[in-house]
């Protein structure tokens, strides 16, 4: 059965059925109210210039309508009040969008010293987390941040221009490609810094998701290359952060038949406590850490369950066109085992 490139299923924002998940109007952080303050401002001004020219042109064209008699109107050519006029009210109206978007620009700056550093690196197509102030915890497709926390992104890309966007936390940072220096730090990155939002309800485990999405047209699978924020009371983020510096529980055999497939994998991908994250050199697939606990699989392309995950195996182009990882590594049998692996052997409780 040939399965569909989306799966049909609504995005859900505070457990409601959400139709459009890329909404930036309703802001829900500091930041993103404050860069909506600045719109608001800037389209009340451009309303009332608009009127302002509107209004005035309409009249004239009625009132000094060609009458066919030859007459010409009063000119106003060289009347200097009409010239100091109209070259101040211009000047004012941008003073009063630069100042306040100055005072969003300079509040937002500076990250705060106790900001949690996460650092975002985009590729094609897919998202990589790093949390070097936790473990050296590295996640893929899915950011996990403590409720109502500064946080510092730095991002970079590791081939073309990326974008970063959570249009419900506001902004949005270019992730561009950079050279790496000798300790395999970037030598340079973008920044962007927001505090978290509080979680909407404390006693649902999981915490509260958000889309984000690359913003940046980088390629054949760029709409394919999605996201999610996840926000968790700090007491859950601590938990996930000891769950993902944790080695698998592998407690079937078929999921340790998977684990020796896995063993051919590690050249590309890494899973923290196995001996695939003590390989030395950079790996160029995603991070497979907690796979068995994420929503969604290629990079928010496919709910992650047992079909879709086989169909990914099988063939991920068929899913994400210029994926890397090609065809047929794995049979039938394999397919099974390391499925089980990766999605039982890898899911850890946030209780």
Request: hydrophobic content about 40%; aromatic content about 12%.
């Amino acid at each position: 059965m040939q399965l569909p490139a989306f799966d049909d299923s609504k995005y859900k924002f505070f457990d409601v059925n959400w139709d459009a998940p890329m909404n930036t109007i309703s802001g829900i952080t500091e930041w993103s109210r404050d860069i909506n303050s600045v719109y608001a401002i800037t389209t009340w001004i451009c309303v009332f210039v608009f009127f302002a020219v509107a209004i005035p042109l309409v009249w004239t064209l009625v009132k000094f309508k060609d009458k066919g008699d030859g007459a010409v109107p009063k000119q106003f050519h060289g009347n200097a009040t009409l010239e100091v006029l109209w070259t101040v009210i211009p000047v004012v109206l941008l003073l009063f969008i630069a100042v306040p978007t100055w005072r969003v620009l300079f509040k937002h700056a500076r990250a705060p010293e106790n900001a949690i550093v996460v650092e975002v690196i985009g590729h094609q197509w897919w998202w990589e987390f790093r949390y070097p102030q936790n473990g050296k915890v590295i996640t893929a497709n899915e950011l996990h941040l403590p409720e109502k926390t500064p946080i510092h992104f730095k991002v970079w890309s590791e081939d073309v221009i990326h974008g970063f966007w959570i249009p419900k936390f506001g902004g949005k940072m270019d992730a561009n490609p950079t050279g790496m220096n000798e300790d395999g730090s970037p030598k340079r990155y973008n920044d962007l810094y927001f505090e978290t939002p509080a979680v909407v309800d404390a006693s649902k485990k999981g915490g509260d998701m958000y889309q984000g999405q690359c913003t940046q047209l980088c390629g054949a699978s760029h709409a394919l290359m999605r996201f999610n924020a996840v926000v968790h009371t700090k007491e859950e983020f601590d938990v996930w952060v000891k769950n993902a510096n944790s080695p698998p529980k592998v407690e079937t055999a078929l999921a340790k038949a998977g684990e020796q497939v896995f063993a051919r994998c590690q050249a590309c991908h890494a899973i923290s406590g196995t001996p695939s994250a003590d390989i030395p050199g950079k790996k160029i697939g995603p991070d497979l850490s907690n796979f068995g606990d994420r929503k969604y699989l290629g990079a928010g392309t496919r709910l992650n369950n047992r079909e879709n995950l086989a169909a990914w195996l099988r063939d991920p182009t068929a899913i994400k066109p210029g994926a890397l990882m090609p065809a047929g590594l794995v049979n039938e049998e394999e397919i099974i085992q390391v499925s089980s692996y990766l999605r039982l052997s890898t899911a850890k409780s946030l209780q």
